[in-house]
């Protein structure tokens, strides 16, 4: 994988393939490994990137690096390091949140953009029960309830290949930076940034989520000036994931018109 340093820190992400870029963000826990399906598919025509954020897969400074540096980061990688001009961007659940950043701080750097089972803002009661969940992690045998609920939540069948894989992988992280990462995703609202995206916008959400809720999708959909939604059905949190053919068509349909 190429690595770019970033305030001392080695950045990993992966490069394939020719033509416009094309840059996926994976989720809270996640890594660049997320998009595989993704990346085979767009390298055919694309120029295609997907990047381990800090404290995920290989990248380090995770316990140093916050969330309000991403931004930040990928400006760096993309724009200074990279020189890339116009960039599709397409990021699911906590990557949705760095690309609607990004959107919104450096607008003339996106060409189109696509979030996945995502959020801007919630009200505290939302907060909360997020919080609560996640709160298992300190309870006696806590990890294995908090990941079990969170599989739950995103309406993944507990017993198929997704949601084992999930459990393996989720498990793998440091679980004090995944619990500080996401309480600091819970007080920081973006819907006041929403107006500076000017980029056509596709929001994607799956229809059994639960974690993220349809309101949430919804939410965004209003508060963008270009945008559609599309909820994808029999599927929850992670569309990438459960229906990638699908998810495929949805994306190329999009930023190829």
């Known amino acids: ?30 890594n660049s490994i997320n998009w595989l399906y993704q990346r085979n598919y767009f390298k055919q025509n694309y120029q295609v990137f997907a990047i381990d954020l800090p404290g995920h897969g290989k990248s380090a400074g995770g316990d140093v690096l916050t969330f309000h540096d991403y931004h930040v980061l990928l400006h760096e990688l993309l724009v200074k ?24 701080r ?11 089972d995502t959020f801007v803002g919630l ?17 006696p045998n806590g990890p294995e309830r908090w990941v079990n609920t969170v599989i739950d939540e995103m309406g993944l069948d507990p017993q198929g290949a997704i949601a084992k894989g999930f459990h393996r992988g989720i498990l793998d992280n440091q679980l004090d930076f995944m619990y ?5 995703l819970l007080e920081y609202d973006q819907r006041h940034l929403l107006s500076n995206v000017s980029a056509p ?12 809720p349809l309101a949430c999708s919804q939410d965004i959909h209003r508060r963008l000036m270009d945008a559609e939604l599309t909820v994808i059905p029999d599927c929850g949190h992670l569309p990438n994931v459960e229906k990638p053919k699908l998810f495929n068509e949805l994306v190329e349909g999009f930023i190829s018109r």
Not at 106 to 116: F, G, I, Q, S
Not at 180 to 184: A, C, G, Q, V, Y
């Open 106 to 116: 450096y607008p003339d750097h996106v060409k189109k953009l696509v979030v996945a």
């Open 1 to 30: 994988m190429p690595v770019f340093t970033y305030e001392g820190f080695e950045i990993h992400y992966t490069r394939e393939g020719e033509g416009a870029p094309l840059l996926f963000i994976h989720g809270l826990g996640g």
């Open 123 to 139: 009200d505290e009661d939302e907060k909360r029960r997020r919080k609560a969940i996640f709160d298992l992690i300190y309870e």
């Open 180 to 184: 500080k990462l996401f309480t600091s």
């Open 81 to 104: 390091e990279l020189q890339l001009d116009e960039i599709y961007l397409c990021g699911i659940s906590m990557g949705g949140r760095v690309a609607l950043d990004f959107a919104a």
């Open 201 to 212: 916008a596709l929001i994607l959400h799956g229809e059994r989520d639960r974690f993220i």
